[in-house]
């Protein structure tokens, strides 16, 4: 039966190549279950409790937990993989060991994730030899709770991805192998007890992957909490927009200054424009950690009557997305346009993606019929003020 499912598993895999999709997942809600069914479920000796997480719940690591994953998992570091986990650690230990793979503390054929609670650094330390080791090491977000970890390898480059974002990377001068079948041990491991300590905290949405994790698919893992979902934005006095934010756990949040805003303690705020302000957003966590993340949005407020010719504003981001916030790119104060000649929008590689004469026209993110995806894009507008010709050029980020 073993060998059946190690053969679908390897045609599995294999179709999994172009679709950066985990060959091992573990949502971690209450369950311990691997939900592509290839690999052994997750075992520990005593059953951990579970409190809310990401998206559901997720497992609390004490020191009686000691969580294992499939022995035949640590096979997908013979080559490129990736390594993805939320964390949130409820303790003050300053070496926290997240994930370690190996049977034994020392430099021959180990991997370890482990976490600095001093400095807010999480390090990757890959091993197969005292001559052959790698080190990565990367800064969390202080501003938030939990923290979405990629770990990954391309070659000999590795990789730290948090919360969606490339923070550092390495090459290897060589190439690092460690044994296969080793245990990965989940908030604990060899380590502890003689260079770190057990973690003690929540682990959710733990994936693991056998290929390199590009930019792109670290950004779709991320899952959005406890933030603002809204971009910093540009409105005139007395003009009103709705600022979304998405908080977990039934988590409140209170929003600070109060200035022009209707609700303060709502997740989805009407803000009116009165002046620039750095509005922030704190979100206590209602899990009992006394744990609060926060996150702040611009809001530029200025009075048309205050506006010169060259004073034309266009927004630096937009998210074409669906979900009917800051979906179109556009002039935003065309009012001063007595007249436009061009508006054209060109992509990386010189091509006219939109183009324009009317000053009231919005770009919808698309392309021949087709979505453009995030990417930073050029724009030029010629336009006439007041009898001048004038030309504006600037930079334009798309985001989905």
Not at 99 to 124: A, H, K, P, Q
Not at 181 to 195: D, E, L, Q, T
């Amino acid at each position: 039966m073993r060998e059946l499912v190690l053969i679908s598993f390897f045609i599995y895999s294999t179709c999994l190549l172009f679709g950066q999709q985990p060959i091992a997942e573990y949502s971690l809600d209450c369950d311990l279950s691997e939900e592509n069914g290839f690999f052994d479920d997750i075992t520990t000796p005593f059953f951990p409790s579970c409190q809310c997480g990401i998206e559901e719940e997720s497992f609390v690591l004490s020191d009686q937990t000691d969580l294992s994953a499939d022995t035949m998992i640590s096979e997908i570091f013979a080559d490129d993989f990736g390594i993805s986990f939320y964390f949130k650690t409820n303790a003050s230990s300053p070496v926290q060991e997240l994930i370690s793979v190996g049977d034994n503390c020392s430099s021959d054929s180990t991997f370890r994730v482990y976490y600095l609670e001093g400095s807010g650094e999480v390090i990757m330390e890959m091993s197969q030899s005292i001559q052959r080791t790698i080190s990565l090491r990367a800064t969390v977000d202080e501003n938030k709770c939990w923290q979405h970890i990629i770990i990954s390898r391309n070659i000999n480059d590795f990789f730290i991805y948090i919360n969606g974002e490339l923070k550092a990377e390495v090459n290897s001068a060589f190439d690092i192998q460690i044994g296969n079948k080793f245990p990965i041990n989940i908030g604990h491991g060899p380590c502890v007890s003689v260079i770190s300590n057990e973690f003690l905290g929540q682990i959710d949405e733990l994936k693991f992957f056998n290929q390199f994790i590009q930019q792109f698919r670290a950004s779709e893992l991320y899952i959005p909490n406890n933030e603002i979902l809204s971009r910093d934005t540009t409105l005139f006095v007395g003009d009103e927009i709705t600022i979304n934010s998405v908080g977990n756990c039934n988590n409140t949040v209170f929003w600070s200054p109060a200035l022009g805003i209707n609700d303060v303690s709502s997740d989805t705020i009407l803000l009116e424009g009165i002046e620039t302000t750095d509005y922030v957003a704190s979100f206590t966590d209602a899990s009992g950690s006394q744990c609060i993340s926060t996150d702040t949005i611009r809001i530029i407020v200025i009075d048309p009557n205050d506006l010169q010719c060259d004073d034309l504003i266009l927004p630096n981001v937009f998210t074409p997305n669906g979900d009917g916030i800051n979906e179109t790119f556009h002039i935003l104060n065309g009012f001063i346009v007595q007249e436009l000649k061009t508006f054209e929008i060109f992509n990386r590689w010189g091509e006219v993606v939109f183009r324009t004469t009317n000053k009231s026209d919005e770009w919808d993110g698309n392309y021949k019929g087709q979505a453009v995806q995030s990417s930073m894009l050029l724009y030029k507008i010629v336009y006439i003020c007041e009898g001048e010709e004038l030309v504006k050029t600037g930079n334009i980020s798309i985001l989905r």
